[in-house]
């Protein structure tokens, strides 16, 4: 099949959602203010819809898009002499609905063309996005910008995948280990780079003294942020803490504790009574709770159930591997630790994000660096974890994606 027969075969196999079948190439700098624009009236377009209400993820999105946030995050970008690699292939995750707008951006920030292919279960959140890209696609100041977007889906077609693969000067794959492995089947250009978000698991590291020291109010606001990390994307996301870990490591903590633990899923739970609890979700959570009980190699948990909203298991040690204590659904778990060190040995690579609530950032750096630490790329507070930056999975984004000029 020669080069044209190919281009003509991926034209059938996929569906645009936004912008153009092939885009044109033309590197620019990144954070250019044509750019920023763009996307500041994207954010002013979702913020129009009145679909956006009713999904807190685009809203967020949105909220991310404004001039203001783009100006710092310029600021907080190592730009120099810099200009966009080329063309940049987005393979999205499927269980992260505005994961694909994120990644977009990103490319185009940096400077870059952008393919992006998005899940085919036809999210609503994809909608709602693809459909205010095109009426910015309509105007005339943003023609160049259209060139220069493919946004699409297809079903798991790898001459699809090969083809654009070929085409790319850098890829990002979101997904699972399988998922990665499947598309690095696709080869690309000797001098293309490449960024795999992995399959990744987060935690959250908790004095109990700061969960007693709160009155009501900052009580509740903890518990909303809590569920916003975790409910919101059924704990999908990588960023949502499944343990929650705490840190009893003086006797003042250790009494704090006695009551802290109750006192926040407790709020929890009342933070939860929104949320959409199906059947299938009940039943999901039940079988891996009665999994887990059944595993031998967890000794003596103990199950809190706060109705079917949540269950909270207390284990007394932790598995070698910590990402094995993975909930859904409103199911998660607890440990105390007497030191922070005591963890270094259940750290792995796949830990990314450490959620922290009276704990100091440099201690927890200086935790990573003493123990030479594969894991925690991310320290943020609750209510922060899915918050998107230039650094993700320990990645320069805008680095990586654009090349240096020397």
């Given at each position: 099949m020669n080069e044209n027969e190919r281009l003509n075969s991926v034209q059938e196999s996929v569906r645009l959602l936004a912008g153009v079948l092939w885009p044109d190439v033309c590197p620019v700098q990144p954070f250019e203010e044509?750019?920023?624009?763009?996307?500041?009236?994207?954010?002013?377009?979702?913020?129009?819809?009145?679909?956006?209400?009713?999904?807190t993820d685009v809203a967020a999105?949105?909220?991310?898009?404004?001039?203001?946030?783009?100006?710092?995050?310029?600021?907080e970008a190592v730009c120099g002499e810099r200009?966009?690699?080329?063309?940049?292939?987005?393979?999205?995750?499927?269980?992260?609905?505005?994961?694909?707008?994120?990644?977009?951006?990103?490319?185009?920030?940096?400077?870059?063309?952008?393919?992006?292919?998005?899940?085919?279960?036809?999210?609503?959140?994809?909608?709602?996005?693809c459909s205010a890209l095109e009426r910015l696609f309509a105007r005339e100041e943003y023609q160049d910008i259209r060139e220069q977007t493919s946004i699409m889906s297809y079903d798991h077609d790898k001459e699809v995948t090969d083809v654009y693969s070929s085409l790319c000067d850098a890829r990002v794959i979101w997904g699972g280990d399988a998922t990665i492995e499947t598309i690095r089947e696709s080869p690309v250009?000797?001098?293309?780079?490449?960024?795999?978000?992995?399959?990744?698991?987060?935690?959250?590291?908790?004095?109990?003294?700061?969960?007693?020291?709160?009155?009501?109010e900052e009580l509740r606001q903890l518990a909303v942020n809590f569920y916003n990390d975790t409910y919101l994307l059924d704990q999908n996301a990588c960023t949502a803490p499944?343990?929650?870990?705490?840190?009893?490591?003086?006797?003042?903590?250790?009494?704090?504790?006695?009551?802290?633990?109750?006192?926040?899923?407790?709020?929890?739970?009342?933070?939860?009574?929104?949320?959409?609890?199906?059947?299938?979700?009940?039943?999901?959570?039940?079988?891996r709770l009665c999994n887990f009980l059944a595993d031998q190699r967890h000794a003596s948990p103990e199950v809190h159930r706060y109705d079917n909203l949540l269950y909270v298991i207390t284990v007394e040690r932790l598995p070698e591997h910590i990402d094995e204590l993975r909930g859904?659904?409103?199911?998660?778990?607890?440990?105390?630790?007497?030191?922070?060190?005591?963890?270094?040995?259940?750290?792995?690579?796949?830990?990314?994000?450490?959620?922290?609530?009276?704990?100091?950032?440099?201690?927890?750096?200086?935790?990573?660096?003493?123990?030479?630490?594969?894991?925690?790329?991310?320290?943020?507070?609750?209510?922060?974890?899915?918050?998107?930056?230039?650094?993700?999975?320990?990645?320069?984004?805008?680095?990586?994606?654009?090349?240096?000029i020397g």
């Open positions: 044509h750019t920023m624009d763009f996307l500041s009236d994207l954010g002013k377009e979702l913020r129009k819809d009145v679909r956006t209400a009713a999904y999105f949105g909220f991310w898009c404004r001039k203001g946030n783009l100006k710092r995050l310029k600021e200009l966009g690699r080329g063309l940049v292939f987005h393979i999205a995750p499927s269980n992260v609905p505005v994961n694909f707008a994120y990644s977009y951006v990103l490319g185009l920030l940096s400077g870059n063309a952008n393919i992006v292919r998005v899940s085919s279960k036809g999210f609503v959140q994809t909608d709602i996005i250009g000797s001098r293309c780079v490449e960024i795999a978000f992995a399959d990744r698991y987060s935690i959250g590291l908790v004095r109990p003294s700061a969960v007693a020291g709160m009155d009501e499944h343990v929650v870990i705490w840190l009893t490591d003086s006797p003042e903590e250790k009494q704090a504790a006695l009551s802290a633990g109750k006192r926040f899923w407790e709020a929890v739970q009342k933070a939860a009574e929104n949320y959409d609890l199906a059947d299938i979700k009940v039943s999901d959570k039940y079988d859904s659904f409103g199911m998660f778990f607890e440990y105390k630790a007497d030191r922070l060190d005591e963890l270094a040995a259940h750290i792995t690579k796949k830990v990314q994000t450490a959620a922290v609530l009276g704990v100091d950032r440099k201690e927890v750096t200086d935790f990573i660096f003493r123990n030479h630490l594969k894991g925690i790329d991310r320290i943020a507070a609750f209510g922060q974890t899915l918050d998107m930056g230039l650094l993700w999975d320990g990645y320069d984004i805008i680095g990586t994606l654009s090349r240096v």
